[in-house]
């Protein structure tokens, strides 16, 4: 038969090690339940959300009406056929010498006329080259959304894993907690502790408790966060794949700032839609001016007419128009579309200032990130060794359950840190790519390259 301290002694060994396997557990997948979301990588969430994010739809379709706009446009510098059916009939009377007359007439005519416009001003040439540059943007437009709508999937997808791992250091936590519970009930009844203690570890425990259900509503929120950035339907339920990510390099990035910036002026796609836009301003304005002076039109219609005499004509229309009043009505539009020019300007300068304003903002929080992984991991491993030394100090007798809650918390707060400095790398990472504007450079035409 073994002694009561013996017994004591194995009982807090198989505690404390069911403590040290959660603690080393942190960090590896959950415990599957019943009923499983559908896991999927980070492409393949992308894949999905370039596939069916309603904001790509919107704007490819925007896409498609600039184009049929352009060749609306044109088709000015084509011949317009048009076959034509006429049919007439009409009736009139008149008194005559005391006696009423009356005449009728039904008559049907068909025809083809050729109608060319050959000169409007430079109206035609105008409208085409804003009917282009309204195209440009549109195309500038969908790759603006498509690298939107990557970014958002990207933090949304980060969210996810990073609720996953807090969640899975809560869980530690509480079982910890629960260790500690329970070792301190057992010491009460032999008599080494207060009962107060008792009370402390209990609402260590239930504190822990809380903070767990805290964890699991964080990813339930998150994964609603990234169906939702995705597009996908109520009913479909996904989260991130279980893959863990990649440590982000301990140098710092030998580009600075202003390089990354210069290269957002270049290929930053609202930026470009912007000067697009401003393009298109301009050929509107001119036309608004255009409009506003002599304008001089020439057509040319030939024609033939098949019933019912069969015959052919021709005309040249040339013509000469000046507003010379309408109320005002040419001058205001002519100020209106000046007014236009200079908002699309004022709008690429602001656009300027908000590129430079996020991708600095994007690269001092990437290196302040990466500064804090390594400092993160250290932090993590002393407080993991801190909290040893309070267990197995207490579990001998020459510490309180207060050594030990303290240690616990500090631990909880490492791991917590270290979690939240890798994600906050890997996001801020993705808004730099974003706001250079190169994050979807693998993915164009919906196709991973």
Known sequence: MQNPATMRLRRLTLQWGSAWAMSALVLLPAVAQTKQPRAVSLEEAIRLALDHQPQLVIAKSQLTASRARLTESNASYYPQLSPNIEYRSSRSSYHIGGQTVTQTDDRSEASIALRQLIFDTGKRELSVQAARNNLRAAELSFQNTRQTVILNVTVAYYDVVRRRELLRVQ?????????????????????????????????????????????????????????????????????????????????????????????????????????????????????????????????????????????????????????????????????????????????IELSRRDIHLAVEQAYLTREEARERVAAARSAAEAARANYEAASEGYKEGVGTVVDVITARTQLVTAETNMVQTLYDYLVADARLQRAVGVNDAPWVGGKKQ
């Open 171 to 347: 869980e530690a936590t509480v079982e910890r907690a629960k260790t500690t519970l329970e070792a301190t009930k057992a010491f009460a009844e032999e008599g080494t502790v207060r009962r107060i203690d008792i009370l402390q570890a209990e609402a260590d425990y239930g504190n822990a408790r809380v903070q767990l259900g805290i964890a699991r509503n964080d990813l339930r929120l998150a994964e609603i966060a990234l169906r939702n950035a995705i597009g996908l339907e109520t009913t479909d339920d996904v989260t991130a794949s279980a893959e863990a990510p990649s440590e982000p390099p301990e140098a710092h990035d030998k580009r600075s700032a202003q390089d990354y910036a210069a290269d957002a002026l270049k290929n930053r796609p609202d930026l470009l839609r912007d000067l697009a836009y401003l393009e298109a301003d301009r050929a509107s304005e001119r036309i608004a001016r255009i409009v506003a002076g002599p304008q001089v039109q020439a057509d040319f219609t030939a024609g033939y007419r098949i019933d019912p005499d069969r015959g052919d004509n021709q005309l040249l229309l040339a013509t000469l128009t000046y507003p010379l009043f309408d109320g005002g009505t040419t001058k205001a539009r002519v100020r209106a579309a000046s007014e236009s020019v200079k908002q699309t300007q004022q709008q």
